[in-house]
């Protein structure tokens, strides 16, 4: 365990030959001066390539997958990443094309953007959209740049300083706001677990220059309240912001844009099944409402005569967020899930998230206490507050591992203790939402019977399971030891 | 747990010590208890001014990170530097050695506004 | 409703399930949507295809593209053809790796958490600093990372950026300098293309950004600029292929060292996804953007891998973390990752000898062509600027007609004067490929 690519291999192996030079070669000290050259090599590992082929398949082996099993973390959309969608985003036309060779040899790439932006703005009720967030978070900073450069437009920006922020909101959406200089707000829950909206309404004043909506939030719930709070919002002049993360909830059924919402981020790699990669690419499309569009980032792709363009010339716009595109291999990947699905396939895909949540809700909140006991959208949160004295929610997350499962989120949102917040996505069968269930179940009962396995847990299993036992995360962050 | 008689406390879980005309400050055994293992401690620089309740300091433990709040207005005029090499201090010792900061207090009258040890276990039993 | 692949419940599943929640049917569970919202919902008017249609589809419009298999490219500014080796694919491609997420599970993700480790460690030899993240979305927004996190140590607001800095990158330090109410101003470049330090004052800035090789593919000389700064920051954007040979910018003292990781072994992808650099120094590692993975032990004393400092992050501290950066380019980093352990230590090198000398090969026997001379005189590494009296309009569509992807013409980028192209040429491109694009240059 622990073992590295810089534990391996020799001095004078190679993972790859190179090519002999075929010109004269120079002293490279003709070519560089000599204070500029490289004194010492960096200590890369010199491995030959069976051993690169077996350490890192080992390491792939050491992790868990969607590919592995259930993997319900909340407000994450695990769901199945069909591998068409790989061998699209790897043709030849995709892969190997460069951004700056010039919109004439670009027609499939730019076609694929603009009728991907289509398919979103109309999945989403929206007007316009930039590609070019790389995740959702980047997303919502783009986001927030836009609804500042209005303000700036309109001279209002150095009243409109605020951003309401539900305090179930995920981390990024404060983080993001207050990156671009606004001032978070947070607005509390009421009992329904939705927007207080006389909080809300307490807050409401002319220097909010807009809320940042989950919906359904994080506890699963639809904010049933929602065209009272954007008509609120508007009302003194703000913005609404949609951060679409679970949007698996209702996709093609009920759109942002008929809810009165201003702006909203797509996350490609949750309801759109590009695959999450360890932690990315993923990508946070930004679809606005026409009174935001001149603010967008440049360049835009324009559809003219039946011929696509990249587009520089908007004088508002916030300017570029990402060097290029954006990550056009996984839009690739989304319009080609977009295309198989079509309305009828994204219809059912909420369909079925949302029932596969509410059945573990129903099965699962008689040996766990649920919050908020209701119909959820495609996720729910539990918890074990109260359950037991020694154990806690940490420990029931690893025991879940012995059982050959992946935990669900736990300890997020920050506004339920010993939370549990569980989304199985549309995409596992009802056997396999059963076996997870028939776990969760099973580690309630050793709670009261056997607390300790809980404690110990998770017990090594070394294929598709914990490689090792658990981990001194405490250790790791009092002496950060962060490369070898 | 009784809680020292001659400190006073605040509702966000600090303590104070009056010593000499100093407050001594820190964390209480219960906000520790709460945050887990603490691994890293933010201290102020000596000389910072602060008014009461303004955050001051951080305790972060693996997953969260708490603000301290000053409970008197003043200026910090010593910082508890073994803190940044065994922030465990305050696991181990929290109304002790787990000090964090002292702070010569410009207006002592603010020490009616605190809790008194037993407010403050009332205050903490109610949770 | 019909079946589709991804969606394995039957519909005797779903009355199975109904009956267990305690409902009749599946619109009941979308009730607390406002009816006036259900009511104007309008499809998108796209019907299901079939995965062999969508192959047939999704080919057609790839073909609609020029790409690198079918032209030889000498086109960089940012982006480039190298090689990629066969076991990389291969390996990315395994599910575990790219169906995870985030490692928040540490003990289901010592696969994730491994490489990150390896990664970081790399990204810090490479570029001389002590401390790495495992990625950020790509060199531009790296960039504004970096511009951030020297803002939020110094305290001040002012940056100097260098006018010969990549203007892509420079167009999202505005965008986010905008944003976040910093001050941008220019440092011109000299003659030969390097930073004109005459130019630089320290008063009250937070930092100096430079890139290195830079956009014009000219070596910068870092030499003093730290000293010159003071206490600013030296943040510099740097090729990772370059500094197989060129001094890394730990050496000259950088604060922060950030750059696009493309070259190590990412499909060009037509400019996503892409992989963001960042490293720094060990003392600011608390105001450091992104993920990191750090070592530690398991309850049997075995070596483990889990993430660090996560209190630095979004999802802790919200408002007040270090970026709200959450999901990044994970699988880019494992790529580059593979490759740098492809390559080792002594074929890093070798790759980039073989780039500074094929471009060297190719620059001289260009520049001795009538009409045609190198714009900069510094040294430079796989890139250069030829200065023509033809319009490169002209070049490239010639250079187009002969399968060629010839450089990138510089006057939108309104940075020059005159007639000016970028050639960048890599490990790739061979004598003969080099002679017949001196043909067509001579020719055109």
Not at chain 1, 298 to 309: D, F, H, L, Q
Not at chain 3, 66 to 83: M, N, W
Not at chain 3, 335 to 364: C, D, M, P, V
Not at chain 3, 387 to 396: A, E, N
Request: aromatic content about 8%; overall charge negative.
């Amino acid at each position: 365990m622990g073992t590295t690519i810089f534990d391996i291999g020799e001095e004078s192996r190679t993972g790859l030959r190179l090519p002999a030079l075929d010109v004269p070669e120079k002293n490279v000290t003709e070519l560089i001066p000599v204070g500029l050259i490289r004194k010492e090599d960096p200590k890369l590992p010199q491995v030959s390539q069976v051993e690169i082929v077996r350490h890192y398949t080992k390491l792939s082996r050491m992790n868990y997958g969607v590919d592995n099993g259930i993997y319900p973390l909340g407000s994450c959309t695990m769901k199945y990443n069909p591998r068409i969608n790989e061998d699209m985003a790897r043709l030849p036309g995709f892969a190997h094309a460069h951004p700056l060779q010039g919109d004439k040899l670009s027609q499939g790439a730019l076609r694929l953007m603009y009728e991907l932006g289509e398919y979103l703005c109309a999945i989403g009720g929206m007007d316009a959209i930039t590609l070019q967030p790389a995740a959702g978070a980047h997303g919502e900073l783009t986001g927030m740049l836009l609804i500042k450069k209005h303000f700036e437009r309109t001279k209002e920006l150095h009243k409109r300083t605020k951003i309401l922020l539900p305090d179930s909101a995920h981390g990024t959406n404060p983080a993001s706001a207050a990156t671009m200089g606004f001032e978070v707000v947070p607005i509390p829950s009421d009992g329904r677990g939705l927007v207080d909206l006389e909080a809300l309404k307490a807050h409401l004043s002319e220097s909010v220059a807009g809320i940042m909506l989950t919906n359904p939030n994080t506890l699963g719930l639809f904010e049933t309240d929602i065209l009272e709070i954007t008509k609120l919002i508007h009302d003194v002049g703000g913005f609404v912001y949609y951060d679409g993360a679970n949007l698996n909830a209702i996709v093609g059924r009920a759109r942002p844009g008929d809810m009165g919402v201003d702006i909203v981020h797509y996350n490609l790699h949750k309801t759109f099944s590009t695959p999450h990669g360890g932690g990315g690419p993923g990508s946070g499309p930004v679809a606005v409402v026409k009174k935001l569009e001149p603010y967008l980032p440049v360049p835009r792709i324009v559809k003219e005569n039946g011929k696509y363009s990249l587009d520089y010339e908007r004088p508002h716009s916030i300017g570029r967020v990402h060097s290029f595109y954006g990550n056009f291999g996984v839009l690739v990947r989304a319009y080609t899930y977009i295309r198989m699905m079509g309305d009828a396939g994204l219809r059912a895909v909420s369909a079925n998230a949302v029932l596969n949540a509410n059945y573990l809700r129903a099965r699962l909140s008689k040996f766990y206490k649920a919050p908020y006991d209701r119909i959820c959208m495609h996720e729910f949160v539990l918890t074990t507050k109260g359950m037991s004295e020694e154990i806690r929610t940490l420990d029931v997350a690893k025991r879940l591992i012995d059982y050959g499962v992946h935990p669900s989120s736990i300890y997020f949102p920050l506004i339920v203790p010993e939370v549990m917040m569980i989304e199985p996505t549309e995409t596992v069968s009802k056997e396999e939402l059963d076996r997870f269930a028939e776990a969760l179940i099973a580690v309630a009962r050793e709670m009261k019977e056997n607390p300790q396995v809980l404690k110990e847990a998770p017990h090594a299993v070394p294929v598709y399971g914990a490689s090792v036992r658990r981990l001194d995360d405490v250790r790791a962050a009092k002496e950060p030891i962060l490369r070898g | 747990m009784t809680y020292p008689r001659e400190y006073r406390y605040t509702k966000e879980h600090e303590w104070v010590k009056l010593e000499n005309g100093k407050a001594r400050v820190g964390i209480t055994h219960h906000a520790q208890h709460e945050l887990g293992d603490i691994v890293y401690v933010e201290l102020p620089k000596v000389g910072t001014k602060v008014t009461q309740m303004q955050e001051f300091a951080t305790v972060e433990s693996v997953k969260a990170v708490s603000p301290i709040y000053a409970p008197l207005s003043g200026e910090i005029v010593e910082v508890n530097r073994e803190l940044e090499t065994k922030p465990e201090l305050i696991n181990q010792s929290p109304h002790e050695q787990g000090w964090i900061a002292i702070i010569a207090a410009s207006n002592i009258n603010e020490l009616d506004t605190l809790l008194t040890a037993e407010q403050y276990e009332q205050h903490i039993g109610g949770h | 409703m019909s079946s589709f692949e991804f969606i394995p419940t039957t519909p005797e599943d779903q009355r199975k399930m109904l009956a267990e929640i305690g409902l009749a049917d599946i619109e009941e569970l979308f009730a607390d949507i406002p009816a006036e919202v259900l009511k104007r919902f309008k499809p998108m008017g796209v019907e299901p295809l079939s995965e062999l249609e969508a192959r047939q589809l999704l080919t057609g419009l790839a073909q609609q593209n020029a790409h690198t298999e079918q032209y030889v490219s000498f086109l960089g500014g940012g982006i480039y053809d190298h090689y990629v080796p066969a076991i990389i694919p291969h390996l990315v491609s395994r599910g575990e790796f790219l169906t995870c997420y985030t490692p928040y599970q540490a003990e289901l993700s010592q696969g994730t958490l491994t490489w990150m480790f390896e990664f970081q460690t790399m990204i810090c030899e490479l570029t001389g600093m002590e401390v790495a993240n495992s990625s950020m979305y790509d060199g531009g927004s790296a960039l504004a990372e970096a511009m951030l996190m020297a803002k939020n140590v110094t305290g001040r607001k002012k940056f100097l950026i260098a006018k010969s800095l990549n203007p892509h990158y420079r167009q999202c330090l505005e965008t986010y300098a905008w944003g976040a109410g910093l001050e941008l101003a220019d440092v011109p470049f000299a003659e030969d293309g390097q930073l004109d330090r005459s130019a630089i004052s320290s008063e009250n800035i937070a930092g100096l950004i430079v890139q290195t090789p830079n956009f014009f593919g000219v070596i910068e000389d870092l030499t003093g600029l730290k000293e010159l700064i003071k206490d600013a920051f030296l943040i510099v954007s740097a090729n990772p292929i370059a500094l197989g040979i060129v001094a890394p910018p730990g050496a000259f003292g950088a604060d922060i060292v950030v750059g696009e990781g493309q070259p190590l072994g990412i499909a060009q992808s037509f400019g996503g996804p892409l992989l963001g650099i960042f490293a720094t120094r060990m003392s600011y590692v608390r105001k450091m953007p992104g993920r990191m993975a750090g070592r530690t032990l398991d309850a049997d004393g075995r070596v483990g891998y889990v993430m660090a400092l996560q209190t630095r992050e979004q999802h802790i501290r919200r408002e007040k973390a270090t970026s709200n950066i959450c999901t990044n380019q994970a699988l880019m980093a494992l790529i580059a990752t593979i490759y740098l352990a492809t390559l080792g230590r002594r074929g890093l090198r070798r790759l980039a000898e073989l780039n500074l000398q094929k471009a060297h090969y190719l620059a001289e026997r260009i520049s001795k062509l009538p009409g045609f001379a190198l714009r900069f005189s510094g040294p430079f590494f796989n890139e250069f600027v030829v200065q023509t009296r033809k319009k490169p309009t002209r070049l490239l569509k010639a250079l187009h007609d002969e399968g060629f992807l010839g450089g990138l013409d510089l006057a939108p980028y309104e940075l020059l004067d005159g007639n000016n192209l970028l050639v960048a040429v890599t490990e790739k491109r061979t004598r003969d490929e080099m002679d017949r694009f001196v043909k067509v240059l001579k020719g055109a």
